[in-house]
């Protein structure tokens, strides 16, 4: 679901990243009848939860020290180790449902796997500094896609907590607007003019680019399909112009949040002038905070369904992701009788995890800093 994948955390991989560990597969942090979560598991929590922690509500990026951040009433620190334990329990419980269930993987997801694999010798060093082993990162990717299927086979037509489309579509509509838009970019004029030495001969001002953006709004206001004026503005900008290929027209259109909470890449107030603008309707916004002007057509849902329809079951995974995982956890704590070894658990920091993350990622970018 790749236009929605910014309105969304993740697009069904289980809210799970790719960064993987494995500490000593004999150590076991939760334990759940015959199903356990080792050490690795729990160590692979944490980088996720690292993850999912900057995107919470509360968090500041800006304060000297990110671990003095509180989380939902919660030092980072806490909030952290706390999230990975809950995917520790995710895990054994995905993994007794998905064997209850008699459910397998497929083929093309097994070699997905199997591709992926290859990629463990590149971050082997980060890995091995965390306690890693190869067993624990292909169970990780494993667990994945045994997640992804488990949430399909309980929502989808036929399970046992299946969603109507009539449901389904009712969520979408209500909680996203759909667009296709051009972008133009401007450079505001300096304070001392005379000292602009660009060679460059095109005109960017605001009114030109202005003017220019105008004029494409104009072709769609006056009925020129938006995927040909689209097509237009691409080989316009393009040093090639025969090389552009011209895109489907789903993949024109960009998924942006109905209620104005914007968790996209744009401001709010560019994201609320783009939800005021009429269903069929096109208009011209400027974001003067980033120097570019925006045409927008709004797309008619009512009358539109094909990026629902290329969607569906991504659009299902944010409808019931939040309700997915608490029953994951439910069912591991009411269900299976989960429990966590403390002294095992506080052997594995997550600051630790943090810092050589970070050490590695730093030194890894550095060989290709000029």
């Known amino acids: 679901m790749k236009k929605i994948k910014s309105v969304l955390a993740v697009a069904l991989c289980g809210a799970l990243?790719?960064?993987?560990?494995?500490?000593?597969?004999?150590?076991?942090?939760?334990?759940a009848g015959d199903y356990k979560a080792s050490a690795a598991i729990y160590v692979l929590s944490q980088m996720n939860a690292l993850n999912e922690v900057s995107s919470q509500e509360g968090y500041d990026s800006t304060l000297e020290d990110v671990w003095s951040n509180q989380i939902e009433g919660q030092s980072m620190e806490d909030w952290v180790n706390n999230r990975a334990l809950d995917l520790c329990?995710?895990?054994?419980?995905?993994?007794?449902?998905?064997?209850?269930?008699?459910?397998?993987?497929?083929?093309?997801?097994?070699?997905?796997?199997?591709?992926?694999?290859?990629?463990?010798?590149?971050?082997?060093?980060?890995?091995?500094?965390?306690?890693?082993?190869?067993?624990?990162?292909?169970?990780?990717l494993t667990?994945?896609?045994?997640?992804?299927?488990?949430?399909?086979?309980?929502?989808?037509?036929?399970?046992?907590?299946?969603?109507?489309?009539?449901?389904l579509r009712s969520f979408y509509?209500?909680?996203?607007?759909?667009?296709k838009l051009l972008s133009f970019s401007y450079t505001e004029p300096s304070e001392?003019?005379?000292?602009?030495?660009?060679?460059?001969?095109?005109?960017?001002?605001?009114?030109?680019?202005?003017a220019t953006a105008q004029g494409y709004l104009d072709r769609i206001q006056n009925g020129e399909n938006v995927d040909d004026v689209i097509?237009?503005?691409?080989?316009?900008?393009?040093?090639?112009?025969?090389?552009?290929?011209?895109?489907?027209?789903?993949?024109?259109?960009?998924?942006?949040?109905?209620?104005?909470?914007?968790?996209?890449?744009?401001?709010?107030?560019?994201?609320?002038?783009?939800?005021?603008?009429?269903?069929?309707?096109?208009a011209l916004i400027q974001d003067s905070d980033n120097s570019r002007y925006y045409v927008v057509y709004k797309m008619d849902q009512d009358t539109n369904t094909e990026y629902y329809d290329a969607n569906r079951d991504n659009i299902l995974y944010e409808m019931k992701y939040d309700e997915?995982?608490?029953?994951?956890?439910?069912?591991?704590?009411?269900?299976?009788?989960?429990?966590?070894?403390?002294?095992i658990q506080g052997r594995y920091s997550c600051k630790k995890v943090y810092d050589?993350?970070?050490?590695?990622?730093?030194?890894?970018?550095?060989?290709?800093?000029?």
């Open 17 to 31: 990243c790719l960064g993987l560990a494995g500490c000593g597969k004999d150590q076991t942090v939760v334990s």
């Open 173 to 179: 509509c209500n909680n996203f607007d759909e667009v």
């Open 231 to 282: 097509y237009a503005y691409q080989q316009s900008t393009a040093s090639d112009p025969d090389s552009v290929t011209r895109k489907d027209s789903v993949d024109n259109i960009t998924v942006i949040p109905a209620d104005g909470n914007n968790t996209t890449t744009y401001s709010d107030d560019v994201i609320n002038q783009m939800v005021a603008i009429a269903p069929g309707e096109s």
């Open 324 to 343: 997915f995982e608490q029953y994951l956890i439910d069912y591991a704590n009411n269900e299976m009788g989960a429990s966590v070894n403390g002294m």
């Open 192 to 210: 001392d003019a005379s000292s602009d030495t660009s060679t460059d001969t095109q005109d960017t001002s605001p009114e030109a680019v202005q």
């Open 89 to 140: 329990r995710e895990y054994v419980a995905v993994s007794k449902l998905f064997a209850d269930k008699g459910l397998s993987l497929t083929e093309d997801e097994q070699t997905g796997i199997d591709n992926s694999m290859e990629n463990f010798s590149l971050y082997e060093d980060l890995y091995t500094k965390i306690g890693v082993a190869e067993s624990s990162y292909e169970d990780y």
């Open 356 to 370: 050589d993350q970070n050490e590695f990622m730093n030194q890894l970018y550095s060989q290709y800093s000029y």
């Open 143 to 167: 667990f994945n896609n045994q997640y992804q299927e488990l949430f399909l086979n309980r929502y989808q037509e036929g399970g046992e907590a299946a969603v109507s489309d009539e449901d």
